[in-house]
């Protein structure tokens, strides 16, 4: 099984340079997250969705934008990156709480972005 | 806002022995969820193990348990008979029960602690 599948595993910037990260989950979550773990600290939450077409901030958005056109893909998009933004991220999945105790994430992998 | 805290950047454990690893949250609801994940070198965020707030008894899995005491907001972590492979950085989480759509997305992480096993 595939789970949550984020690409590029690494990638380097340039301060001003734009990329899109990618991130598919193939379990049929509704739920989808994009969190960043900077040195030292725990993750913090960018940006999540609950479903195909409809996305919300987290805790730390600015510099960052999404969309979530269908249940299976949710991209993060840095539009003008800055040194600030240099982190792991992670994206995570898990099925709607509504639904009862699934509350479990499933996390990819991670993609390490340095802004130079 | 909820948080949590982990005291504790590092803690080392000898093979075979027991650890605890120790959480607190803050919050002001009355129902939520707990975690504990594992994160090995290879970035793999791994759940460990999870609590329910409404729950008294406390969740096993395995050699993993945890300590949870609602009215203290704490939330500590026991692993017995401690293994190489489970050297790792842990992160305790909070998550909410709210039963509307968009209330319980929010996963709050401490800082983490590293956890060494020595041989």
């Known amino acids: 099984n595939a789970g949550v599948t984020q690409t590029p595993k690494f990638r380097i910037l340039k301060i001003g340079q734009s990329m899109t990260l990618q991130c598919a989950q193939d379990?049929?979550?509704?739920?989808m997250y994009w969190y960043r773990q900077d040195p030292g600290m725990g993750l913090k939450l960018i940006y999540y969705?609950?479903?195909?077409?409809?996305?919300d901030k987290g805790e730390v958005p600015n510099g960052y934008n999404v969309s979530r056109s269908t249940t299976e893909d949710f991209p993060l998009r840095l539009e003008l990156a800055a040194p600030s933004q240099t982190s792991v991220y992670f994206c995570?999945?898990?099925?709607?709480?509504?639904?009862?105790?699934?509350?479990?994430?499933?996390f990819g992998s991670g993609t390490q972005l340095s802004v130079l | 806002a909820q948080t949590v805290t982990q005291s504790q950047p590092e803690m080392s454990v000898q093979e075979a022995e027991t650890v605890t690893l120790s959480c607190t949250y803050d919050?002001?609801?009355?129902?939520?969820?707990l975690f504990w994940y594992k994160q090995p070198p290879s970035r793999q965020m791994i759940l460990v193990i999870r609590?329910?707030?409404?729950?008294?008894q406390n969740a096993t899995e395995n050699r993993f348990s945890v300590n949870f005491q609602k009215a203290a907001k704490s939330f500590s972590l026991k692993i017995s008979d401690s293994q190489l492979g489970d050297a790792a950085m842990y992160f305790c989480?909070?998550?909410?029960?709210?039963?509307?759509?968009?209330?319980?997305?929010?996963?709050?992480f401490g800082k983490g602690t590293k956890l060494t096993v020595n041989p």
């Open positions: 379990m049929n979550h509704n739920y």
């Open positions: 919050t002001s609801e009355s129902d939520y969820y």
């Open positions: 609590q329910e707030a409404y729950k008294q």
């Open positions: 969705s609950v479903g195909a077409g409809i996305t």
């Open positions: 995570a999945s898990s099925h709607s709480p509504l639904q009862g105790t699934q509350e479990k994430l499933f």
């Open positions: 989480a909070y998550r909410s029960h709210l039963q509307t759509q968009g209330g319980s997305e929010k996963l709050v």
